[in-house]
């Protein structure tokens, strides 16, 4: 495992730049997977070539700002590299910089971003190509592998330090910790794409089943996060553990920030906005008796209209 970065600085990670890499892997991979019936006739392919058909390596550079000591990374694009000699394109690079500077003119060139499990040995010479436009890149990669047991996001990030390695000097990758920001159009955009029907023509209830156990995945993974750290701090506390100031400070303001819900004005503003749903909810109900009712109405004055055409003299209902 990567040792950890050093350098102090604090990354911001937006979401379009993990949507980004992961649209451009599924792009390439489904481009490169040969039909089925190729794929059993085909003899001349080796256990590699269908190893990089499956999980082929997808390149491209991130694009961001950096105010002080924080790394804010906004957006990528795409890259075109040889990866027998790993070298870059340079002409296409430049094409693609010039394009995104007339857009957005105050984002610059941050790193780069791949795909794999790990960093590896051939993406040093790719991270020290980019070096000429940023003196320390940031390398953003992705895990396309589906682990159902992993909790976190699959994307690490890495900068490059020099550390001496048998009294020799080399430069490697150590990850780094980050953050997810988000601004206004990318929440909507996240919302409404976590709202759209199914493909299948899933029902409103296959929906709401699907949004609740997301919200129960959640909560359980929220309280299974806040049980370790009790039982941390509870361990620091009987001292079977050091002490560990910087942890108590981050705590205590993490518990400053949450809302008093013991507070008489907590609980006047729950109420209140707890007897508006239930009114919300009464009137919704009336409306919809109501509707019915007017229909039963209309069938049985259309019922009785027509017998009183045929001579029978009742009248209408309403």
């Not at 390149?59 to 070298?87: A, K, W």
């Not at 008796?289 to 004055?301: H, I, L």
Request: charged share 20%; net charge negative; glycine share 6%.
């Amino acid at each position: 495992m990567a040792p950890s970065s050093s350098s102090g600085l604090t990354f911001k990670l937006h979401p379009l730049v993990m949507l980004n890499i992961s649209d451009h892997f599924t792009r390439v991979k489904t481009q490169l997977s040969p039909p089925a019936a190729s794929c059993a006739t085909g003899n001349g392919s080796s256990n590699a070539d269908a190893t990089f058909l499956q999980n082929p390596r997808v390149y491209g550079c991130v694009i961001g700002l950096q105010r002080g000591r924080t790394v804010e990374i906004f957006n990528s694009f795409e890259l075109l590299i040889d990866p027998t000699t790993d070298t870059l394109d340079r002409s296409f690079l430049e094409k693609k910089q010039e394009l995104y500077k007339k857009v957005f003119p105050d984002f610059y060139i941050l790193g780069w971003y791949s795909t794999g499990s790990d960093a590896t040995e051939s993406d040093m010479h790719i991270h020290k190509a980019l070096m000429d436009i940023n003196e320390s890149p940031v390398y953003v990669l992705l895990n396309p592998a589906i682990n159902h047991a992993q909790k976190d996001l699959p994307v690490t990030i890495y900068e490059s330090e020099f550390h001496v390695i048998d009294g020799v000097p080399q430069s490697i990758f150590v990850h780094t910790s980050y953050t997810i920001e988000t601004v206004e159009a990318e929440r909507i955009s996240v919302d409404h794409v976590a709202h759209l029907k199914p493909s299948d023509g899933g029902s409103a209830a296959t929906q709401l089943a699907a949004h609740l156990t997301g919200i129960h995945s959640a909560i359980k993974m929220l309280n299974s996060r806040i049980r370790v750290l009790y039982q941390y701090i509870v361990a620091m506390q009987k001292g079977d553990i050091p002490c560990d100031n910087a942890l108590f400070r981050q705590v205590s303001s993490l518990l400053r920030s949450l809302p008093a819900a013991e507070s008489e004005k907590f609980h006047e503003n729950f109420l209140m906005e707890y007897n508006d749903k239930l009114l919300m909810s009464y009137l919704a109900m009336i409306t919809n008796c109501t509707s019915n009712m007017n229909e039963v109405v209309d069938k049985f004055n259309t019922a009785y209209d027509k017998h009183s055409r045929r001579g029978g003299g009742r009248n209408v209902f309403m």
